[in-house]
């Protein structure tokens, strides 16, 4: 081989070299998909696997402690109720208790009553009590604390079945719109359930209807005909008192939405009562428990825990053997280029300084 084509050979390999050092990108990628990456792929097996089976563990022993707070406290709730049974008055079709309060639902039957009528809304009748048929009456008690605080009327032409059933607004006076019985100053709070009941009911037939929060009854021909004067009403009471319950006294609301507007002003809800505080209390401690052990699993499993001594191993190893790959032939090219002396038109042969390119001396 001649001096200029063993010159050609090294500006051939010199354009090999760029080429090669252009195309690093390609080295770098080998490195980052065979070394890091499969060694961060084991490491998230091996973390997966870790958390699968800590994981197991940790909500188990969460679902037995939130199940035995629940029950521990159910149990003590329960327990104190057990030292206050309660019994209910007749005609009970619905009770519900609210924190400190409690709702009794009490339905009459249809009957005929004899009312006590002001003069202002039955001047044509002589005696002051009236003898009037009504429908199923529907009482709605509300008791705070076991003291009587409000009482709700309203009307039906069947039997209560569903809580879903509607309610109508009674034709009586001193009533307000959403049901509510006007009182006026009484109060009934000393006794039982029971005897509290039975004073509000005594309390409510007995007393006096007067012109106060009297629209339904002035509008009661609108209903029917039959009702148009509180005589009428009556002559028909004594002749088939059954006539109420053929007749449409429109819609209300339900029997639940009577139950929530109630429960709505009842300023000690479900969620601050003691059962329901004790409960969140216990499932908060178990929540912070369970979550501070997720903590201290994945500050213990670092990344740098697994594979420390691989990782560092196989990247100095690829990145070694390719730096000096690298260092070596741009030595020896470097060396080459300033011992070579190139004249084409002359024949003189050029010795290898390297044996790096030994390959170009034969």
């Keep these: ?27 770098t990628e080998e490195v980052l998909s ?39 406290a159910a ?8 030292h206050e049974i309660t019994l ?25 009553r004899s009312l006590r009528l002001g003069s202002d809304l039955c001047s044509t009748i002589d005696s002051p009590y009236t003898a009037l048929a009504l429908p199923y009456s529907v009482f709605f008690f509300h008791f705070q604390e ?26 009586l006076p001193n009533l307000h719109s959403n049901l509510s019985v006007c009182m006026g100053d009484q109060r ?13 009911l005594d309390s409510f037939w007995g007393s006096q209807f007067n012109s106060d929060l009297s629209r339904r009854w002035h509008d009661k021909a609108d209903i029917s005909p039959l009702l148009n004067t509180a005589e009428s009403w009556r002559q028909l009471s004594l002749s088939d008192p059954t006539f109420v319950l053929h007749l449409n006294y429109g819609s209300h609301r339900t029997v639940q939405q009577i139950l929530d507007m109630i429960a709505g002003s009842v300023e000690e809800t479900v969620d601050e009562s003691e059962l329901r505080k004790r409960l969140s209390e216990q499932i908060d401690q178990q929540i912070g428990g369970l979550f501070n052990k997720m903590q201290q699993y994945f500050k213990r499993n670092k990344f740098e825990k697994h594979f420390p001594k691989k990782v560092k191993d196989e990247l100095g190893r690829a990145i070694g053997n390719a730096a000096k790959e690298m260092a070596a032939v741009i030595y020896a090219l470097d060396v080459e280029v300033k011992k070579a002396t190139i004249d084409p038109s002359q024949e003189t042969d050029i010795q290898p300084v390297s044996n790096v390119w030994s390959e170009y001396s034969s």
């Design 146 to 171: 076991g003291r009587f605080s409000s009482l709700y009327y309203g009307w039906r032409t069947r039997q209560l079945t569903f809580l879903e059933d509607m309610i109508s607004v009674p034709l």
């Design 75 to 82: 149990n003590s709730w329960r327990s104190a109720s057990k």
């Design 88 to 112: 209910y008055p007749k005609g009970c079709r619905f009770c519900c208790s609210i924190g400190s309060s409690t709702i009794i639902v009490i339905e009459q039957d249809p009957q005929v």
């Design 34 to 72: 065979s070394v890091v990456l499969d060694t961060i792929k084991r490491y998230q097996q091996r973390v997966c696997v870790g958390i699968e089976d800590s994981m197991s563990d940790l909500l188990s022993n969460f679902k037995i402690n939130v199940a035995r707070a629940i029950f521990e």
């Design 188 to 200: 009934i709070d000393n006794g039982t359930l029971i005897e509290q009941t039975q004073k509000v």
């Design 1 to 27: 081989m001649t001096s200029y084509q063993r010159y050609q050979s090294l500006v051939n390999a010199a354009q090999l070299l760029q080429e090669e050092v252009e195309n690093w990108d390609e080295v």
